[in-house]
Antibody, heavy 121, light 107 residues
Framework: QLQLQESGSGLVKPTQTLSLTCNVSGGSVTGGGGYSWSWIRQPPGKRLEWIGYIYQSGGTFYNPSLKSRVSISIDRSKNQFSLKVTSVTAADTAIYYC????????????WGQGALVTVSS | DVQMTQSPSTLYASVGDRITITCRASQSVSRWVAWYQQKPGKAPSLLIYDAFTLKSGVPSRFSGSGSGTEFTLTINSLQPDDFATYYCQQYNSYSNTFGQGTKVAIK
């Protein structure tokens, strides 16, 4: 059974870089099936916000509103993918989820449990 | 960006009720809509995709319909486990967006 687990720094200072990793078990990040991977976040009391995708090829596509500050990468040897958000502010405080993107479509069929990241000095 | 607006924001219901949640898109998204259930402190869980396709393992009391700009999620015979928040998501474009959520609460 596919499982995703986020890890990373829970407290980040303003202007610094937020870094999170999603470890994938029970499946391969490059195991075929047409799946890709994604990060989504949920600020406290607000709606979900999609951050970006990474395809098995390593190609990426980001939310235009975050594109200048976001990067997603994939590490095949560790079976994980990662998120970096630069120049963070309090507005980046959120629960960050990693998820698998459905094959040949863009819904999210498996999610990690989420990681709370707080931006504060 | 395509805006997704759900109604109502909160819905009060009793066990056994049939409830409907509506999601309206600011422009046509064809049938590319998914529905998720989220319980407090948990990640969202996929219920329905492509507007009406039930994810394997999801109870048949959940159903979805709609196309274009208006979509609905219906729960027949509400069960205690169904009290949660529900989100719609459009993925017509690469840049997908979510609704603001509908909380289903006990009447």
């Amino acid at each position: 059974q596919l499982q995703l687990q986020e890890s990373g720094s829970g407290l980040v200072k303003p202007t610094q870089t937020l870094s999170l990793t999603c470890n994938v078990s029970g499946g391969s990040v490059t195991g075929g099936g047409g799946y890709s991977w994604s990060w989504i976040r949920q600020p406290p009391g607000k709606r979900l916000e999609w951050i970006g995708y990474i395809y098995q090829s390593g190609g990426t596509f980001y939310n235009p509103s975050l594109k200048s500050r976001v990067s997603i990468s994939i590490d095949r040897s560790k079976n994980q993918f990662s998120l970096k958000v630069t120049s963070v502010t309090a507005a980046d405080t959120a629960i960050y989820y990693c998820a698998r993107v459905g094959s040949a479509s863009y819904f999210f069929d498996s999610w990690g449990q989420g990681a709370l990241v707080t931006v504060s000095s | 960006d395509v805006q997704m607006t759900q109604s109502p924001s909160t819905l009060y219901a009793s066990v056994g009720d049939r409830i409907t949640i509506t999601c309206r898109a600011s422009q046509s998204v064809s049938r590319w809509v998914a529905w998720y259930q989220q319980k407090p402190g948990k990640a969202p869980s996929l219920l329905i995709y492509d507007a009406f396709t039930l994810k394997s393992g999801v109870p048949s009391r959940f159903s979805g319909s709609g196309s274009g700009t208006e979509f609905t999620l219906t729960i027949n015979s509400l069960q205690p486990d169904d009290f949660a928040t529900y989100y719609c998501q459009q993925y017509n474009s690469y840049s997908n967006t979510f609704g603001q959520g509908t909380k289903v609460a006990i009447k």
